[in-house]
């Protein structure tokens, strides 16, 4: 039978196809960040609101750097009636998910089967499904092939252990840190990027790596464990990864802590003073970050800078780009089709 599966891999690429083919010259792709906003969901959806107001919209996918807890299905409501019922969503675990059974509960079955919500894809049919084993279901990477940009989501409560948590269990080795980089991490980490060193990279964690002094949880984050802190920012400087987008703090921040990474804390969707999103652009080899806040009472454009990004592709290549990977695809459709009906 046509799987599940098949379907949502296909699907998204034979719209892809369609869009380059007819898009201007100028189009381009974007996707969109918040954090922490736990119970606040008020305050998400006047976040949300203010994303399909600002920048037309979540993107190709949207992405909540950790602290989505209070309850994360009720977040999920608030995706669904902003961005839409089958708009993409990846969820990166935060503390406050890390220590709360039913909400670890939720986020693995959200890999799963989109917890049997038949509208969504899963984020198995969204994702490469390659986390390490113990938090497979809480690191994954996924791609975008039509600007050649690969996305990596962290757990980084994992403990490098191999058995994950199962139901509202918080005793596996999945939620066994108080944020860390932990050895089995990085490793895994590293050969992931050392396998996509031909596309543009963002990783996704909740803990910053280099917290501002004046910020929250400093000292109290990745930097409280610096050796791994610090062997995971060379890592990333070394295989030329873009961005790290985090959350944790509440409070929005930029810097680069060594040559060229960005660190971005995108602050707080909620559970803050104020609220705080990040719209990413993808264009001609460029990176635009946009950064929009409410904090003088009314949503307005805070910040914006480019950086390059020679891995992405000019709009002139994106057709052939997604064409390749849509004859990929139905190729290995095709087979697993007349596979099934042996």
């Known amino acids: 039978m046509y799987s599940r599966r098949r379907l949502f891999a296909v699907a998204p690429c034979l719209i892809a196809v369609m869009f380059c083919w007819a898009a201007p010259a100028e189009s381009a792709s974007h996707f969109t960040v918040t954090a922490d906003m736990r119970s606040y969901h008020s305050k998400f959806d006047d976040t949300c609101q203010a994303i399909n107001s600002l920048v037309a919209g979540a993107g190709t996918f949207h992405v909540s750097c950790g ?14 009636s902003n961005f839409g019922a089958g708009a993409a969503w990846y969820p990166v675990i935060g503390n406050h998910e890390e220590e709360d059974g039913l909400e670890m509960e939720w986020l693995r079955a959200e890999y799963d089967d989109a917890n049997g919500s038949g509208v969504r894809p899963s984020l198995y049919d969204l994702t490469n499904h390659d986390g390490p084993i113990g938090t497979q279901r809480t690191t994954y990477t996924w791609d975008d092939p039509l600007t050649n940009t690969h996305y990596i989501a962290l757990n980084e409560y994992w403990n490098g252990g191999p058995t994950e948590g199962t139901g509202t269990d918080i005793s596996g080795h999945d939620t066994a840190t108080d ?70 703090t509440h409070q929005y921040a930029k810097r680069q802590p060594a040559a060229s990474v960005w660190q971005i804390d995108t602050g707080a969707a ?21 950064v929009y806040d409410n904090s003088s009472g009314d949503w307005g454009l805070l910040e914006s800078w480019s950086e390059p990004a020679n891995s992405i592709p000019e709009p002139a290549t994106l057709g052939l780009l997604a064409a390749g990977a849509v004859l990929v695809l139905l190729k290995r459709t095709r087979l697993a089709v007349r596979n099934n009906r042996k």
């Open 67 to 80: 602290d989505v807890d209070g309850r994360v299905w009720e977040n999920r409501a608030v995706i669904d």
């Open 270 to 290: 909620g559970n803050g003073d104020y609220e705080t999103f990040v719209n990413v652009t993808l264009l001609l080899g460029q990176v635009r970050y946009d």
């Open 179 to 248: 944020g860390d980089i932990v050895s089995a991490l990085h490793a895994w980490l590293a050969a992931d990027l050392a396998a996509n060193r031909d596309k543009a990279v963002f990783v996704f964690g909740h803990e910053p790596a280099y917290p501002y002094s004046w910020q929250r949880h400093y000292g109290d984050s990745l930097d409280k464990y610096a050796a791994n802190r610090d062997a995971f920012w060379d890592l990333l400087e070394a295989e030329g990864v873009e961005a790290y987008f985090c959350g944790h």
